[in-house]
């Protein structure tokens, strides 16, 4: 299994697309590094020695606006929230007053998840229907080794691509970050509501949290374009269907989820858990575990039907 498992490593970082897609990736952490760093609000907070009267005036607001019913039932949870929040930093003395620092620009480097993602998907998408293209997939099925486990060391090594990808993304956001901004003069604690309770936790370990909750959706996404290339052989329409679905999924599913309760199945209902965390579910019955179960399901479907086709295909022809 190792052996399979670095030839096909060693097949994905032999094509200079993957080598681009990574410099590409390194290019857009710079851009938003260059972009934040010369604009021209937003990165200098003023010593506001007002900052807990200003809290206050902004918790009043919040409570007026939730006593007159002026909130969208979509923000009721959220404004609530920031009243907890805004208690806890006056009763912890917790001021407003942060600079821009290396954690707010790994914090925002985060949506370039998506943009690895899609490298991802690329390479899930090719790497078993390119086998069929090119003719080498008999080469492949002569050696003395069974087909699920050199279907399992292709998936493994899409997998260890797409994790690569999220720590060159954070290690080279951190690097660069910590160039341009530097870090906090004093440690300030990630502030996390969740239940009515707000807790404090360490910024390196909230923004270990927030790339690990946004690559599940990488993660199911890259799983159904492997498996798509699996059972079709044709790695334009996984890559077609598997970006159509990342890009547009959460909003056809949100849409639904207004009007039907069986929206909730949907698996881009579920990809989202920091809906869980630091947010409401979308739709109320949703709990943590009903769709952990849910990508669970849908994580095994999609295996199911890539191993089976793959075991039983014909590639005599």
Known sequence: MLQLLQNEWMKIWKRAATHVMVVLLLLSVIAIG?????????LSVPDNENWRQGL?????EYQKQLDEGTVSPDLIEYT????AINEYRLEHDITTNVDYSVWDFISDSSELISFAGLFTIIIAAGIVANEFTWGTVKLLLIRPIGRAKILFSKYLSVILFGVCLILVLFGFALLLGAILFGFPESSTPYLNYHDGKVTEQSMILHLLITYGLNSIDLLMITTMAFMISSVFRNSSLAVGISIFLMFMGGTVTYMLSTKFEWAKY????????????????LMEGMTLTFSIVMLCVYFLIFHMLAFFVFKKRDVAA
């Open 34 to 42: 260059a972009i934040t760093k010369y604009q021209e609000n937003g």
């Open 80 to 83: 609530r929230s920031q009243i």
């Open 56 to 60: 206050e005036m902004e918790n009043k």
């Open 266 to 281: 949907i698996l881009f209902a579920n990809t989202d858990l920091t809906q869980y965390f630091e947010g409401t579910p």
